[in-house]
């Protein structure tokens, strides 16, 4: 039986690129978007919003993934509100960050122990937030396998 991922998002520059890894690799792939760009006849896909939890619920009923990759959370809100939802769908929660959550100011290769955010820009606060949210839910929940990739 083929491993099922869920993506929230999937046609971005880097999402589609994990698209067409997951496919390749022989994963049975579930997108979650609005269905504004086209997406590979492979894929199962269920236009919504990626906020209108009642819609999505109604769709995905008593479905089960091996991972759930979240790519639009951009806010600690929408975060907690991601997690909670799809964490009932899978064992496996990632977040999609970014690397900008290191404070790129002081240059050089970064490392996951370098100083972290940016505090001009908003969306390396809200992220580098997120990533601390994620951590509580974590402890909180009793919730072992999640992460956060750069």
């Not at 890894?21 to 006849?41: C, D, P």
């Not at 100083?115 to 951590?135: A, F, G, M, R």
Request: negative net charge; aromatic residues 14%.
């Amino acid at each position: 039986m083929k491993k099922s991922v869920l993506l929230i998002g999937g046609t971005g520059v880097l999402s589609s690129a994990v698209t067409t890894e997951l496919l390749h690799q022989g994963f049975a792939v579930t997108m979650i978007n609005r269905g504004s760009r086209s997406v590979s006849e492979s894929v199962t896909l269920i236009k919504s919003n990626c906020n209108n939890y009642p819609s999505i619920k109604e769709n995905l009923e008593s479905k089960w993934f091996d991972a759930v990759i979240d790519f639009l959370c951009y806010t600690p809100k929408q975060l907690a509100d991601s997690f909670t939802f799809y964490s009932k769908y899978t064992n496996q929660y990632f977040f999609i960050s970014s690397c900008a959550v290191y404070n790129t100011e002081l240059g050089g290769i970064f490392e996951e122990d370098s100083p972290k955010v940016l505090n001009q820009w908003q969306y390396s606060i809200d992220k580098w937030e997120c990533e601390q949210t994620l951590t509580k839910l974590r402890k909180t929940e009793g919730y072992e396998d999640l992460g956060f990739l750069r």
